[in-house]
């Protein structure tokens, strides 16, 4: 866990708390994304690496996100510039992501396949991970066209290999042992 990570997270729960307190979730989302691109524009971040003022550093974010920042957004960027904490923003935001899919009892799983997986295939890959996991699962697929065959699943803290690969690797394993 880097050390941003870290200095993320209470901005990112007071943002949260203040989000579902307002019913602005999706609105607070969409704040973040656009302030985590502004961030990671090469010639703001050499801005917030300088020894500019938090008040400078403030004037010029909020000018450059213009209208995409509510007051509360504002005031969000105005707190973590005078706590010289601006290049925490990409941290900030996926922590909050994270708090949003644990509200909204919601969890991304990638799956690594050896072959697209169909409609029906997703569909049962889903269907299974919500029973075991409680919680609406989002598929986010990808093709590796190094595996023999089988899927590789990460959801969380939960990883599923069930590629042929680590199939012989157990099988391996278990004659060894």
Avoid at 36 to 51: D, G, I, K, M, R
Avoid at 76 to 95: Q, S
Avoid at 101 to 108: G, L, N, S, Y
Avoid at 145 to 170: F, H, K, P, Q
Wanted: aromatic share 6%.
């Amino acid at each position: 866990m880097s050390d941003l990570t870290t200095i993320a997270r209470p901005y990112a729960k007071a943002a949260f708390d203040f989000a579902v307190d307002k019913g602005a979730l999706d609105q607070w989302v969409e704040m973040l994304a656009f302030t985590t691109e502004v961030a990671n524009n090469e010639q703001v971040h050499e801005l917030l690496t300088s020894s500019t003022s938090a008040k400078k550093l403030t004037d010029i974010f909020v000018a450059v996100c213009g209208e995409q920042l509510d007051e509360f957004g504002q005031n969000l960027i105005k707190v973590m510039a005078e706590n010289e904490r601006l290049l925490a923003l990409p941290d900030v935001y996926a922590e909050f992501l994270r708090l949003k899919q644990e509200h909204e009892k919601e969890i991304t799983a990638d799956v690594i396949s050896a072959t697209e997986l169909s409609e029906q295939q997703q569909a049962d890959i889903i269907s299974k991970l919500e029973t075991r996991l409680e919680r609406k699962v989002k598929l986010n697929c990808s093709v590796d066209e190094t595996l023999l065959g089988g899927v590789i699943i990460r959801a969380g803290d939960l990883v599923i290999d069930n590629s042929a690969r680590g199939r012989l690797n157990r099988l391996s394993d278990a004659l060894q042992s």
